[in-house]
């Protein structure tokens, strides 16, 4: 089988550019969500929380981009700060419902909004609105086609 030259496949030619378009997002999220004193996994629990009436472990191993060997370790470490509780659900007590305490809650407005209007000028930098929605639906595709694989 002969190796493609990177100039002549379009498909190859698209990888570089993906991977530092999402490094160079991650260390940009991850530096502003640091300066707030939480690790991603952190963050990523207490914004998927804001404004819920909370979720399973299981709900928020789906919802969430932390995986569920580290979910458990994040929550305990969440519950020590007093941000989250751990509520047993009636009537079954194979499931425990997290949801953020006022503290947590307080935590979710004020980081949330400032990470958000944190990163919203690199996007509005780089793309119009209606490019946001189509660089949306391509990304969305492409996991995807990844996922089918999986």
């Known amino acids: 089988m002969e190796i493609p030259h990177l100039k002549d496949d379009p498909y190859l030619r698209l990888i570089r550019p993906l991977v530092e378009a999402y490094l160079a997002f991650w260390r940009a999220d991850s530096r502003h969500i640091k300066s707030l004193r939480l690790t991603s996994s952190q963050f990523d629990v207490i914004a998927t929380l804001g404004d819920t009436e909370g979720m399973t472990c299981s709900e928020l191993s789906v919802e969430t981009l932390v995986t569920k060997g580290t979910l458990t370790g994040v929550l305990d470490r969440l519950v ?71």
């Open 80 to 150: 020590s700060k007093g941000l989250i509780r751990r509520d047993a659900i009636k009537g079954d007590r194979r499931y425990t419902k997290i949801s953020l305490t006022e503290k947590g809650d307080a935590l979710f407005r004020k980081t949330f909004a400032a990470h958000i209007a944190f990163l919203r000028p690199f996007f509005e930098r780089a793309l119009s609105p209606k490019e946001v929605e189509q660089a949306r639906t391509l990304l969305l595709r492409l996991r995807d086609s990844f996922q089918q694989e999986a």
